[in-house]
């Protein structure tokens, strides 16, 4: 077997399989799988976001449980230590599961935003959400490239078309380069605050090999194809779980509200 497929046991919850590089490991699990790693995740998050001042945005209590995440990635450095990572949500059953109705509420783009969402259902939508890096680790700049080519590998392995996020204008920079894309269609929202342009991007499977260079989506290419060696089973974590009896009125009030703001 190929030494970067190997199995590494860490003082993490158990041996946990992962993606390994030269400087770092790219782990994936779901929160129920691994729940020390995902406090640790969390907990890096949390730090992340509160030294820039937006520790509001990650909405840390709603997050923590993990009812609302259906795997999440971790690159740990070679002291075994998280140095960043990002969480998936189930794949959208109506447009008015996205956070980003709440992001854009009040805002003429929330309409846009809503229209873009059902435009793409068909083929399938995920949200990453809480993506996170350490950038006091002298790795950072390679934890960035990583997170950024993950679109592909989560798109495969939620079995979706399309993946969105959403966040401020200096982050998403950092995603161009693994094919993401800002909507123009949609304005940007001052959200968590007015310090900040919140804007909507997309990866789409069809077109991610013409949206980054060939350098890149070779290595997107090549790390999907490990990661679905690593983690065969893991369109299993993707399927939304049965929603609970308390949440079909809430989701029943969101689905007429979207479909209110529909053009």
């Known amino acids: 077997m190929n030494a970067a497929l190997r199995t590494i046991a860490t003082r993490h919850d158990s041996a946990i399989r992962g993606m390994v590089t030269p400087n770092y ?14 406090r640790e995740y969390l907990r890096g998050a949390e730090n992340a976001y509160t030294r820039y001042g937006c520790a509001a945005a990650l909405d840390y209590e709603r997050v923590v449980g993990g009812e609302e995440t259906v795997m999440f990635f971790v690159v740990l450095d070679n002291s075994q230590q998280v140095v960043g990572g990002l969480r998936v949500q189930p794949r959208f059953a109506a447009a008015a599961q996205t956070h980003a109705l709440e992001e854009w509420a009040g805002q003429p783009g929330q309409v846009h935003l809503v229209n873009a969402i059902e435009e793409r259902m068909d083929g399938g939508i995920v949200e990453v959400k809480t993506a996170w890096t350490d950038e006091r680790s002298p790795i950072a700049k390679e934890v960035v490239g990583q997170l950024s080519r993950l679109g592909l590998p989560i798109m495969e392995m939620c079995g979706v078309d399309h993946m969105m996020a959403t966040a401020a204008d200096h982050v998403l920079k950092r995603w161009t380069s693994g094919g993401g894309r800002v909507d123009p269609s949609v304005p940007a929202t001052p959200f968590p605050d007015e310090r900040y342009r919140t804007q909507l991007m997309w990866w789409e499977r069809a077109t991610l090999e013409s949206a980054t260079t060939p350098e890149v989506w070779g290595r997107m290419r090549d790390e999907a194809d490990r990661l679905a060696a690593i983690y065969p089973n893991s369109q299993a974590w993707g399927a939304r779980p049965p929603v609970r009896h308390h949440d079909r009125s809430a989701s029943a009030r969101s689905g007429a509200l979207t479909h209110g703001l529909r053009r």
């Open 25 to 38: 490991t790219l782990r994936a699990a779901t929160p129920a799988m691994h729940p020390a790693l995902w």
